[in-house]
């Protein structure tokens, strides 16, 4: 099936396809009607389907774990009775389940915890907050917390600023990006960190140090990983369970019934064939007992990262492609490896082709030879990657990498850039041509945290008018574009789909009265573009279109119930529509009591 099947934007209009879906049914039920105790029966509901060929309908029945009517009330009353379960919908809209190809719910709760800084803009605000968090929690051992941005502050922040607040104990504050880590004296004593400390890898993974050498408590682009262990602050089987156990049941709430989990956040991810390895084994191992145990809320797709300079990319691939073997069902599958080869663009460390307006040079923790090479062996064997890219840099060597192995004969990969938040003209004329994969964090280049002040301080308004935030633009162009939150890079409390979606329509902030579109003049994804990028696209990416993204029949049956019509709304009214229902193979992992 074509690609451009999945983006192309249906040509009725819709309310001529609600009053005409009882006239021309092109998904007919079946000539023999099954066990009706193994029947669930939609009715009365405006059903968007996602399907180009029949958009519209009422009614859909599910069998066991799969779609078998999609039509209009009167061919769904054969299946009624007998008991069979039945949900009259009085008119509410029937959905797909929503696919995010870019997020980290299975290991996240953890870099997320403590005291939230994400919405304060200075460090006496910071410091005051921290400061009460830490009287609160008396019996805390470490105070961790998140969402504190440099750009905001004018500065890294020290740990002598912080020890104003914590005096006492260890303290380890990751920013609003999760890139990087401040620590208090207390935390550098117990990491040990001192003069002599090693940097990760120069210019990318790094502490910020005085004239004199000395690491003054901010650590860059992970550096902070390996102290966050030596502090006590990590606890893997704790951390991982109640990140699954919480995110889980919030995406499922959110209507969310598919991820792909780029990359599992441990504080191992720079140890590809040591700790990374080990860790993903052992928590996708997990995942399996929920699914054995039928407690898994969500299909997911983990992947193994690359997060080295030193990695064997034929060793990566190998380890992937033996998960997959043993992981290849479709609620729990390994087909794909994450490669994050940069810093951290608000840090200026990733690399862009031009210096930084400081006249910095970010640089790779991935090369682009290791970023082609990886790309080339996952493809020998049928695996795709998702390669973080949040810089021109980045961009290029990944796109070299793709075009080669598709030169190379592999033409039918699905390596995927996300983010793609900084993308030079002759790169999206690239990712145009050869029809690169793209996933988008909306949030990401709109004027979130500061972004936008950043933006123009650190990279100019020339290359942020010429680079920034063009993932729409690649939608309308005929791009396969998805949209996802990336939590933990953004907070918990904007993973919801109908959220993201709201930002891609309208590049505002909803929860920011504040907010403008930055920058001004992008395009924005109509409200029906923005819902293929949150199911039909995203599973397209994941290779799984023929099963999930649209209400079928014979595909899986994972949908929503939601309380308004999301085609009726104003693109500024799509994050105030609420989830009533999310069924996931067949079962509800989450009903308010339709």
């Not at 210096?355 to 790309?375: C, D, H, R, W």
Request: proline share 6%; aromatic share 8%; net charge negative.
């Amino acid at each position: 099936m074509k690609i451009h099947h999945y983006f192309t934007l249906p040509l009725l209009v819709a309310s001529l396809l609600i009053a005409g879906c009882g006239k021309e049914e092109i998904s007919k039920a079946p000539m023999t009607k099954p066990e009706a105790s193994t029947i669930t029966v939609f009715h009365n509901a405006k059903v968007y389907t996602v399907n180009e060929k029949q958009p519209w309908a009422e009614a859909v029945v599910v069998d066991g774990n799969k779609i078998v009517y999609v039509g209009d009330n009167t061919g769904a009353k054969k299946y009624m009775g007998n008991g069979a379960k039945s949900y009259d919908l009085t008119g509410k809209t029937l959905m797909p389940g929503f696919v995010s190809a870019h997020d980290h719910l299975i290991s996240s709760k953890w870099a997320l915890g403590g005291v939230q800084l994400f919405d304060l803009n200075t460090m006496e605000e910071v410091l005051a907050r921290v400061k009460q968090y830490a009287e609160d929690n008396p019996d805390l051992k470490v105070i961790r917390g998140i969402g504190w941005s440099a750009g905001k502050f004018g500065h890294d922040p020290l740990a002598t600023e912080l020890d104003k607040a914590v005096p006492d104990r260890p303290a380890l504050l990751l920013d609003f990006t999760v890139h990087d880590g401040w620590l208090n004296t207390k935390a550098m004593e117990m990491a040990g960190v001192t003069k002599d400390t090693p940097d990760k890898l120069a210019g990318v993974t790094f502490w910020v140090r005085d004239k004199d050498g000395n690491p003054t408590g901010a650590a860059i682009e992970g550096q902070w990983f390996k102290p966050f262990v030596d502090i006590g602050a990590w606890q893997p089987e704790e951390m991982v369970n109640d990140s699954v156990d919480s995110y889980f049941t919030l995406a499922a709430s959110s209507g969310k019934t598919t991820i792909q989990n780029t990359g599992i956040l441990t504080p191992n991810l720079t140890d590809t064939h040591g700790g990374m390895e080990k860790d993903f084994e052992t928590i996708v191992g997990m995942l399996h007992e929920r699914e054995l145990a039928g407690t898994l809320l969500l299909r997911v797709i983990p992947q193994p990262m690359l997060k080295s300079n030193t990695a064997d990319p034929k060793r990566l691939a190998a380890f992937t492609k033996k998960m997959g073997e043993k992981y290849n069902s479709d609620m729990l599958r390994v087909q794909s490896i994450k490669i994050h080869p940069e810093g951290n663009w608000t840090a200026e460390t990733a690399p862009f082709l031009a210096p930084y307006e400081s006249g910095k040079m970010g640089t790779f923790n991935v090369p682009p030879e290791l970023i082609a090479a990886q790309i080339l062996e996952a493809a020998k064997l049928g695996l795709d990657c998702a390669v973080h890219s949040d810089s021109s840099g980045s961009a290029k060597a990944f796109i070299d990498g793709v075009v080669a192995a598709k030169e190379a004969g592999f033409t039918e990969n699905r390596s995927a850039i996300h983010h793609a938040t900084w993308l030079p003209k002759e790169t999206r004329d690239r990712i145009i041509k050869y029809k690169i994969p793209v996933n988008a964090t909306p949030s990401f280049t709109t004027d979130w945290s500061g972004t936008d002040d950043n933006a123009i301080r650190l990279l100019g308004q020339k290359r942020v008018d010429e680079m920034f935030g063009y993932y729409q633009n690649l939608y309308h162009a005929g791009v396969p574009v998805s949209i996802a939150s990336d939590v933990p890079s953004t907070p918990a409390s904007m993973q919801a789909p109908f959220y993201v979606m709201q930002v891609a329509a309208t590049n505002v902030q909803p929860e920011d009265p504040n907010s403008k579109p930055f920058p001004p003049g992008r395009d924005v994804l109509t409200i029906a573009e923005a819902i293929r990028a949150h199911t039909i696209i995203p599973a397209w990416q994941l290779r799984m279109e023929d099963k999930i993204g649209s209400l079928e029949v014979g595909k899986l049956a994972d949908l929503v119930v939601v309380d308004r019509n999301p085609l009726e709304l104003k693109p500024t009214e799509l994050a105030d529509v609420k989830v009533l229902a999310t069924m996931l193979d067949g079962k509800f992992t989450h009903n308010t009591g339709l």
